[in-house]
């Protein structure tokens, strides 16, 4: 666990409300996150996690509520839309790299498209970060040719690529073989100690424990608890934490 960091707000929800249909999806969050913190989002299924993320780079409008960037209200749509969202980078449960584009593509493109970079600056750039992330032998192949856990981190160093402000993953692990699971989070506890700002929504309490600053708990479309990650596990102070904890640790 690293301490908190100092305090200035880089991501801040306050009062968001989000409806599908009938279902109040997301409900009076406020949420402030700093500038180099890590904050781990659990719990159950249909808790709105993903729905938080895609929130947060207005992947999905809110109905309610106000959501900032490093100070700036997110623009409806847009030029403007297009430069915040590239401002929060997001790793999801499936790769979704280019399969027709290798994999320095598909990690250059976005900087050359988007930040107008010029081609070679942004492939030298995306080998540094291929490198970083374990994977620069694998520049050359396609998508299809890399393993679940070296895809998973290519779309790590794409996110990279565009210098984000704070990365969003959407347990980036779940849909990887156990062997592969901890190269990609061994690259996420790194990018934690590098100070990235972090939002992970994962189960795996071992990273918590190793990356986070705090954890986040949240229970029908509600934030009902957030704590430090060793209080959490160990004293989590809601019925609906102490429940949910119980079935994920008797697996
Ligand atoms: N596009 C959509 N239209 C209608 N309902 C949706 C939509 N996306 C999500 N939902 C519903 O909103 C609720 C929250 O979904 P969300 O995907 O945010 O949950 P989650 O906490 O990420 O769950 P999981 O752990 O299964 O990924 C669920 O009841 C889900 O069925
Ligand atoms: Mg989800």
Known sequence: MTSRPN????????GVNKWFGELHV??????????????????????GKSTLCRAINRLEPIDKGEITIDGGRLPEEGKELARLRADVGMVFQSFNLFAHKTVLENVAL???????????????????????????????KYPAQLSGGQQQRVAIARALAMEP??????????????????EV?????GLAKD??????????????????????????GRIVETAEPET????????????????????
Not at 7 to 14: A, I, Q, T, W, Y
Not at 120 to 138: C, F, T, Y
Not at 240 to 247: C, G, I, Q, T, W
């Open 7 to 14: 305090g200035e707000p880089l991501v801040r929800l306050s």
């Open 26 to 47: 997301l409900q009076d969050i406020d949420l402030s996150i700093d500038r180099g913190e890590v904050v781990v989002v659990i719990g159950p299924s249909g808790s």
């Open 110 to 140: 976005g900087p050359v498209k988007v930040r107008k970079k010029p081609k070679a600056e942004a492939e030298g750039r995306a080998r540094e970060l291929l490198e970083r992330v374990g994977v620069a032998s694998q520049a050359d």
């Open 165 to 182: 402000k704070v990365m969003l993953f959407d347990e980036p692990t779940s849909a990887l073989d156990p062997e592969m699971i901890n």
């Open 185 to 189: 989070l061994d690259v996420m506890v």
């Open 195 to 220: 100070g990235m700002t972090m939002v992970v929504v994962t189960h795996e309490m071992g990273f918590a424990r190793r990356a986070a600053n705090r954890v986040v708990f949240m229970d029908g």
């Open 232 to 251: 959490f596990f160990t004293s989590p102070r809601s019925d609906r934490a102490k429940d949910f904890l119980s079935k994920i640790l008797t697996h």
